[in-house]
């Protein structure tokens, strides 16, 4: 099919909404006419062939991801649906995305150092103190702590989201963001799946960041030693993303860990295992603050360690991510990142913020209260898609409920213009059919000063046809995504 032909386009009606393969005359982009060649040749057949066999393989992998529901009592496990279009970044679109997701996360990352420090940013009236110090984030625990190599934030998830005017961050994630695990087994799963259009792609690599990752966590050991001993804590098999924990820990070659199975002594951690104990120089943690340590933040946690944070601010084992560092991804100080930009850096953002509306304003929030129905809401202190409105899509009992919530804890949310996201082809039953998405960027930071992004990252999709929630936690789903190498 030539790019002259767009009757393919024409069904596949995503006319309101940049689209990611098509352009707005319903013409093939010349960075995915490869790929739209090679699934426009299969018959109806083949495509739903493939789509099984990808879904098989992801429930014989046991990929999966553990929905709670509100009104349940029993989680349900499921695997990840995996779309196997993949989405595709041009090379030159990738370096203006790595550019700024360096410079933000730089940013992110001087952010806290100041605000558990001399806190110049509060001073200087960039930022209220109230948001800071009365952020549920926060952890005065930290204050005057140096952490290991200065980094707070080792590996962060960026949620990017696009229209018809270019990128915007969404959201940051920086306490434990998860899809790391999807990202890498689902460019696997393509390789083997669709091997001789992988190979004629020229998709960049994601290998590589795998070492990055090791290489980052190594970094920060206290010890300075050249094999330093790294576990991942994990909560637990009953976690919604125990999957990545034991995919992770079995790729970077670490221990997976409980609490348990770790002790404080001497104000050092040890790991217990067959040969005894053993001193951790790092802990890739994939629990919240609050269970960490029972000894200093939740006295009743069985997931922690007691005595780790005296460990930690004794200098005898890095955290990573460092305690409190969610302070810097609440939805309300998101709003500050670009000034943070410009006063850390002496840079302009490259990439922007969706505008939002800090609802502690009065003018903001009366105005908010008005278009109710024209914008999004968020509950700062939510992730994964709870704790959301849509407005556009909410009835009015929704919006009934989410105005008397707001009036009476206005700092609890934010709210933001609802965003054109663009749309990417899925393989559904009726064959290709547009889908909304959005791009997790992951960050890689390590205490030499060395940022890595990983090529692609995660592209999240809204399987529900309109849909604007892309969470794996609200039933979304993934694909891969292939950044071109230059030629």
Known sequence: MSKAEPHRAAAYESRSFYDEMYDERGVVRPHYEHVHRHFSAMNKPEQERRRQAVGDRMLHEGITFTLYAPGTADPLERTIPFDCIPRIIPPDEWHHLELGLQQRVKALNLFLQDIYHGQRIIRDGLIPRRMI?????????????????????????IDLIRDEQGYYVLEDNLRSPSGFSYMFKGRTLMNELFHELYLSSSAADTDRSLNMFLRSLRSLAPSGRKDPLIVLLTPGSYNSAYYEHT???????????????????????????????????????????????????????????????????????????????????????????????????????????????????????????????????????????????????????????FRDSIRRHPERYIAQRTMKLSTAPVMSAQGMAPRHIDLRGFVLSSGSGETHVVPGGLTRVALQEGSLVVNSSQGGGVKDTWVLRKP
């Open 247 to 401: 995919f992770l820990a079995q790729q970077l070659g670490i221990h997976l860990v409980e609490g348990r199975d770790l002790v404080c002594k001497d104000q050092k951690i040890y790991l217990r295992d067959l040969r005894g104990l053993r001193q951790v120089d790092v802990i890739y943690r994939r629990i919240d603050d609050e269970f960490l340590d029972p000894l200093a933040f939740q006295p009743d946690s069985m997931l922690g360690v007691p005595g780790l944070m005296n460990a930690y601010r004794a200098g005898n084992v890095a955290i990573a991510n460092a305690p409190g560092t969610g302070v810097a991804d609440d939805k309300a100080v998101y709003a500050y990142v670009p000034e943070m930009i410009r006063y850390y850096m002496g840079q302009e953002p490259i990439l922007g913020n969706v505008p939002t509306y800090i609802l502690s304003r009065k003018e903001e929030r009366d105005y908010v209260l008005e278009h109710l129905e024209e914008l999004v809401v968020k509950e700062t202190s939510l992730s994964g898609g709870y704790g959301m409105l849509i407005g556009p899509q909410a009835s009015p009992a929704e919006l009934d409920v």
């Open 133 to 157: 110090v009365g952020n549920r984030y926060f952890r005065p625990e930290m204050a005057g702590l140096h952490v290991p190599g200065g980094v707070y934030v080792t590996a962060s998830g």
